[in-house]
């Protein structure tokens, strides 16, 4: 079994910059991919971004050039820097693992204010 904590969630206004951090711990494997969903109000959970071990990312369309994913393997932790927030861009992120399964968060609400 995998456990992911995410942490860094919370109020922020439009244009502003926010950092979310997932932590694994479990029976991880060496080879994994990590990376974030998001589910906003009343829609399907969407692709954020996804990294794998050896740094190969992945960027849903909508984000693409405003955040970045990024991951220490020593800690077993990935990152997800949000910049020029939008107010479309609130939703509850789930952070996201694979490795011979799907794994997940708990989830942490972004706000973007207007």
């Known amino acids: 079994q995998v456990q992911l904590v995410e942490s860094g969630g919370g109020l922020v206004q439009a244009g502003g910059s926010l950092r979310l951090s997932c932590e694994a711990s479990g029976k991880l494997f060496s080879i994994n991919v990590m990376g974030w969903y998001r589910q906003p109000p009343g829609k399907q959970r969407e692709l954020v971004a996804t990294v794998t071990t050896s740094g190969v990312t992945n960027y849903g369309p909508s984000v693409k050039g405003r955040f970045t994913i990024s991951r220490d393997n020593g800690k077993n932790t990935v990152y997800l820097q949000m910049v020029s927030l939008k107010v479309e861009d609130s939703a509850v992120y789930y952070c996201?693992?694979?490795?011979?399964?799907?794994?997940w968060g708990q989830g942490t609400q972004v706000t973007v204010s207007s």
């Open positions: 996201w693992s694979w490795q011979s399964g799907h794994y």
